[in-house]
């Protein structure tokens, strides 16, 4: 509004709001009606200047112009556009019309040379500021005017006139024909430019807010692209400067990495070196199961075989007693003999003595007892000889009860010495029990401990196993380490030139958002 004319200010503030076509058309019927109204001042000076004789009629005309273009200028200044344009329009082609059939009655062949050339210049402003409807209407009512007009002067006319007035005629039909053809098509044409300019503009409207929305966002992504380019170049130093302090740290881990290393070698060594020793020992604890196994097996049998002695000197022992017994019944049997040979020989001493009193009778009976006394002596030395022999039997039975002591004693220290034998199988017997006892706890805990020793190989096995694919990770540490320490060289020099690149975004977003703000 502070950029329009004075004229524009007074008379349009009410268009606004309406469209393209409608606020060109207000502007340009006011400044069509100001220098209309200009342009019939200037004429009506003319005409009284000039042709002083029609002024009145002219001046008629040109004062209800005047008026016209004032009445027109206020429904314009109202909002009324169609109303002033149709005012302004009907006025002037009465003016017109009203004009030319004054011609009728005085200068008749001047209405060809005067007012028809001023209906083309109507159609023309009917065609700027009306509607199809008013230009037809125009049209034909000037082409009904001029057929009119013709038909009630051509009586009036010369010959030389009448044959003007009828070329007149059909020149002027057929330019009023032809403007109104023309008219006809500006108006299509400029309706469907109008229709075409509406889209667009609808278009361009869009794409007028769609780009105040990008160019928004684009100032908003400007000073943020600017704002993230000041923290993106302090965080590149930043990152840098870690990017260093990181290599330092990486190079460090290295060394540790490095020391670890060969202590996971040295524990691979030792558990490699452990592992040989626990296959050496489980195989010396398997000779010593079998060891067992085999003691077990001895045991067992010494076991059977010390239960076979004992129960064979358990007999022994019993017959050593039947023989003991029977010992102490020969020997009572020889002490039973010796007292019957010393009653044979107290006998023998007695059939002695009676043999010797029978000599002796014998003797004193003579004769007669010579007989008796040969018996007496055969008797005699029949006692003598079992005397003798009682004395050889007695020397044999106390030989032979001597043989029998000394047996008996033999026997009863064999018994004592079986009983002490027995004793002491019976004793080895218990022990090689217990023995077998504990050879078989020994066999139990033996397989517990094999057992233990399995796992124990297994574990260590997996402690092996472990141990080399720690000794794997950590090679593979080692040279991811050293790739992260290149990787963290690299970063440290592409950090450097992120922190350059971001001082040239941030530079690149100050102009950016320099040329966005440009548009607002």
């Known amino acids: ?48 200047v000039f042709l002083p004789n029609i002024f009145v009629q002219a001046g008629a005309v040109i004062v209800t112009t005047m008026c016209a273009s004032v009445i027109a200028l206020y429904l314009l200044r109202r909002g009324n556009y169609y109303g002033a344009a149709n005012l302004i329009t009907i006025i002037t082609t009465i003016a017109v019309i009203a004009g030319l059939l004054v011609k009728i009655g005085r200068d008749a062949y001047a209405g060809y040379t005067t007012f028809v050339y001023f209906m083309i210049a109507l159609i023309v402003q009917t065609t700027l500021f009306c509607t199809r409807k008013w230009i037809a209407g125009v049209s034909i009512l000037f082409f009904v005017t001029n057929i009119v007009f013709f038909l009630l002067v051509k009586s009036r006319l010369d010959p030389i006139s009448l044959k003007a007035a009828k070329v007149g005629v059909l020149d002027f039909g057929f330019t009023l024909v032809f403007t109104y053809v023309l008219s ?23 794409n007028y807010y769609k780009i105040e929305k990008l160019l928004g966002s684009a100032r908003d992504t400007s000073q943020r692209l600017a704002s993230s380019a000041e923290e993106l170049a302090s965080t590149a130093v930043s990152f840098s400067s870690n990017s260093q302090t990181q290599a330092a740290s990486a190079e460090e881990i290295m060394a540790t990495i490095e020391e670890v290393s060969a202590g996971v070698d040295n524990v691979a060594l030792n558990t490699r070196d452990q592992f040989e020793r626990m296959n050496s020992l489980m195989e010396k604890m398997n000779e010593l199961s079998m060891i067992i196994g085999s003691m077990g097996s001895d045991v067992a049998m010494t076991m059977d075989l010390t239960r076979t002695i004992a129960t064979d000197a358990a007999e022994g022992e019993g017959s ?5 017994a029977g010992m102490q019944k020969i020997n009572q049997s020889s002490t039973e003999m010796t007292g ?29 007892g010579r007989g008796f006394a040969v018996v007496a002596d055969e008797i005699s030395k029949l006692a003598e000889q079992t005397a003798a022999s009682l004395k050889e039997i007695d020397s044999l039975i106390r030989m032979n009860n001597a043989e029998i002591s000394n047996g008996f004693g033999n026997v009863k220290s064999t018994v004592e010495t079986i009983s002490r034998i027995i004793s002491g199988v019976n004793t080895i017997r218990d022990m090689i ?88």
């Open 340 to 368: 019957i040979i010393a009653i044979i020989n107290k006998i023998s001493d007695q059939i002695n003595l009676l043999a010797l009193n029978a000599t002796i009778e014998a003797a004193r009976a003579g004769e007669a």
């Open 1 to 48: 509004m502070e950029n329009q004319s004075y004229l524009a200010r007074t008379f349009l503030p009410q268009y606004e709001t309406a469209s393209f076509l409608i606020k060109k058309k207000a502007a340009t019927l006011m400044y069509y009606c100001t220098t209309l109204f200009v342009l019939l001042i200037v004429l009506g000076i003319l005409f009284a």
């Open 433 to 520: 029990a217990a023995v077998s006892e504990k050879m078989k706890q020994q066999q139990s805990l033996n397989a517990k401990v094999n057992e233990e020793a399995d796992r124990v190989k297994l574990r260590a096995d997996e402690i092996k196993n472990a141990t080399e694919e720690q000794k794997n990770a950590v090679a593979e540490i080692v040279r991811s380490i050293a790739n992260v320490n290149e990787l963290t060289q690299s970063y440290a020099s592409g950090a450097e030139k992120l922190s350059t690149s971001a001082r040239s975004v941030e530079g690149i977003a100050q102009a950016l958002n320099e040329k966005v703000e440009t548009f607002s």
């Open 184 to 206: 006809h098509l500006i108006i299509k044409i400029t309706d469907e430019a109008i229709d075409f300019s509406e889209t667009e503009s609808k278009k361009n409207l869009e």
């Open 320 to 324: 050593l007693n039947s023989m003991n």
